[in-house]
């Protein structure tokens, strides 16, 4: 208890320092935090996009169906098991039909992925109810990434072009009956929706599917048939990797950060044992022993974090909840990086990241701060009431 009170006193001596040390090590805290935040927001953002557009419960997958290879969706195609049946029927799965195809608009010529979809599914949410218009002519979904690329919009016709199941060519008259907004890419880039029965007639695959998605609640994974179920966790494994490596490039910004508010505990630290000498050659005199000085000395170090996590906490606190209920908007450039954000990317603090960051800046300032101490064990009392180091 005495080492504590000499240390806080010691602190509220030095003045000036002590609270420059403790703003440049809060812009530590908030830096890495804030760091950490936006990592986690943009994976919980992008993934809870994904799971609602595309992944939702997770998907059965035909047995030849590789979504990496498109050479194999010719054939990755068959009928629905009667246990993944029953789940669409109650509205907890919802069947897709995946086929190549070509569209001509504007009288260019441009591949892309023909999606039959059910109008009435209530498991993504993919806007689809337009599709059930009973119009001559192919009734379409689009995205507006392929709107843009293509030139086209609603009301627009264009000729679509794909391959049955029995490999031949066939063609007829599409309209543009919706163009839908997400932050998914992978639900829109090069890929028309149309209706599902209309598609299976058109490609000759009557109650055939490509994959079915089941329910975000969805809990069960057992086998249907010789489908292959693949979880959340498994279509999320490239997005997490993906932060991932974005979250090793950070450690840089950390180690940067942490190097500067340490310089500036290190050089403090030399610099009080240097000025108060003669202080710890009156301590040791008294019959404080080397251990307790070099412990009171380390503490001061400890206490200076301690400070700069309440200083971080005055003004950050505001500032962080702010942010987090603002988000930061995005360029709209940040759309081609392949993630699923919007226009906001809204930063995520949790318990874990701040009791972390805490957690790594109290230790990387204790170790800092015992290191020059560690001159006090080879002083004698007497070289330091007369004012030298050795």
């Known amino acids: 208890m005495l080492l504590i009170r000499l240390a806080i006193r010691n602190l509220l001596g030095a003045g000036l320092r002590t609270w420059l040390n403790g703003i440049v090590l809060s812009f530590s805290f908030l830096a890495i935090i804030t760091t950490q935040a936006l990592l986690k927001g943009m994976y919980e953002q992008t993934s809870n996009a994904m799971i609602a557009a ?89 995205g507006e990434r392929t709107s843009k690329a293509t030139g086209l919009g609603i009301g627009d016709y264009f000729i679509l072009q794909w391959r049955d199941a029995n490999g031949t060519f066939d063609a007829q008259d599409a309209v543009i009956v919706q163009v839908m907004k997400t932050s998914v890419q992978s639900i829109d880039v090069n890929q028309i929706w149309a209706p599902l029965d209309r598609l299976r007639k058109l490609a000759d695959m ?37 932060v991932r490596s974005k979250s090793f490039g950070s450690v840089f910004i950390y180690m940067l950060l942490l190097f500067l508010a340490m310089l500036a505990i290190f050089d403090t630290q030399i610099f009080s044992i240097f000025r ?15 251990g307790r000085v070099i412990k009171l000395f380390t503490l001061e ?21 702010l942010f987090a209920r603002k988000g930061w908007t995005l360029l709209e450039s940040t759309d081609s990086y392949g993630f699923a954000l919007g226009e906001k990317l809204y930063p995520v603090f949790t318990i874990g990241i701040i009791a972390g960051t805490a957690v790594l800046i109290f230790i990387t300032t204790t170790i800092v701060s015992y290191l020059p101490t560690r001159k006090i064990a080879e002083m004698k009392p007497t070289d330091a009431l007369r004012g030298r180091l050795m």
């Open 54 to 142: 595309e992944i939702g419960g997770g998907q059965y997958w035909h047995p030849e169906y590789d979504p990496y290879d498109p050479l194999t969706l010719q054939d990755a195609h068959g009928k629905i098991p009667i246990k993944l049946e029953q789940e669409i029927n109650t509205h907890q799965a919802a069947p897709i039909l995946i086929i190549q195809g070509t569209i001509y608009p504007n009288g260019r010529i441009r591949p892309i992925l023909i999606k039959g979809i059910d109008p009435e599914q209530e498991v993504l949410n993919i806007p689809g109810g337009t599709l059930a218009q009973d119009i001559e002519n192919i009734p379409v979904l689009i």
């Open 301 to 321: 170090g400890s206490l200076q974090a301690a400070f700069g996590a309440v200083i971080g906490a005055v003004y950050g606190i505001p500032l962080l909840a």
């Open 276 to 290: 108060r000498k003669k202080e710890i050659g009156t301590l040791m005199a008294l019959g404080l022993t080397r």
């Open 206 to 242: 009557e109650g055939e599917a490509t994959i079915v998605v089941t329910h975000k609640d969805f809990k069960e994974n057992q086998p249907a048939g010789d489908w292959i179920f693949r979880s959340q966790e498994y279509l999320l494994k490239d997005l997490r990797e993906m």
